[in-house]
């Protein structure tokens, strides 16, 4: 059982240059979630979704887009990337809502653009 | 969602309870009060969680104050690989699980 899977582990991304973090959950899990975490700093919610052709903007999503065409995959794109995008991202799942669900966590994205 | 405060750094010794508190004293009814921990540049991972009863599962224990308006989590044996950041999280049912992370404790245990 994989989990949360993430890929790549790092990239380095020049100014402009577009990029898709890719996440995918083998948990039957309808509920997905992206967080970055910047440096010493605790993690901010970008985007999340409630199941499939469903997404909603989290605390932080200006410069991301994501998509939810499977209930397996939850793909992160930066379109045009800038310095401040600099971070490690995280994706999440969750079997459902509410109070008594946890969340299961990736191992990360590093991601420098420079 | 209420906001939480906790110490910044605590160290505790192999073997002994480590103690972490978390001050919530904004805390409405129905907001749950969750812990994760991160270890080292890992992603989260959930320990427990409560509403107002005390709950212990095989990972932790977690103390609520009667009022709610404070909380601890008790780790009774702490290993070296409980080094990490704790993080007290406060916030109500809504549905999806949109958690705010603040900046944590960082818990060292000494050999």
């Known amino acids: 059982n994989a989990g949360v899977t993430q890929t790549p582990k790092f990239r380095i991304l020049k100014i402009g240059q577009s990029m898709t973090l890719q996440c995918t959950q083998d948990?039957?899990?309808?509920?997905m979630y992206w967080y970055r975490q910047d440096p010493g700093m605790g993690l901010k919610l970008i985007y999340y979704?409630?199941?499939?052709?469903?997404?909603d903007k989290g605390e932080v999503p200006n410069g991301y887009n994501v998509s939810r065409s499977t209930t397996e995959d939850f793909p992160l794109r930066l379109e045009l990337a800038a310095p401040s995008q600099t971070s490690v991202y995280f994706c999440?799942?969750?079997?459902?809502?509410?109070?008594?669900?946890?969340?299961?966590f990736g191992s990360g994205t590093q991601l420098s653009v420079l | 969602d209420a906001k939480t405060t906790q110490p910044p750094s605590m160290d505790c010794a192999e073997g002994r309870a480590a103690n972490l508190p978390c001050n919530h004293s904004?805390?409405?009814?129905?907001?749950?009060v969750y812990w994760y921990r991160q270890i080292h540049s890992q992603g989260p991972q959930y320990i427990i969680h409560?509403?107002?009863n005390n709950e212990t599962n095989e990972m932790a224990s977690l103390i609520i104050t009667e009022d709610r308006k404070s909380s601890t989590l008790i780790l009774p044996h702490a290993t070296l690989r409980d080094t990490a950041v704790y993080y007290c999280?406060?916030?109500?049912?809504?549905?999806?699980?949109?958690?705010?992370f603040g900046q944590g404790t960082r818990l060292t245990i000494n050999p």
């Open positions: 999440a799942s969750s079997y459902q809502g509410g109070p008594n669900e946890k969340l299961f």
């Open positions: 948990m039957n899990h309808n509920y």
């Open positions: 979704s409630v199941g499939a052709g469903i997404t």
């Open positions: 904004t805390i409405s009814g129905n907001e749950y």
């Open positions: 409560g509403l107002k």
């Open positions: 999280i406060v916030r109500v049912d809504r549905g999806a699980q949109k958690l705010v």
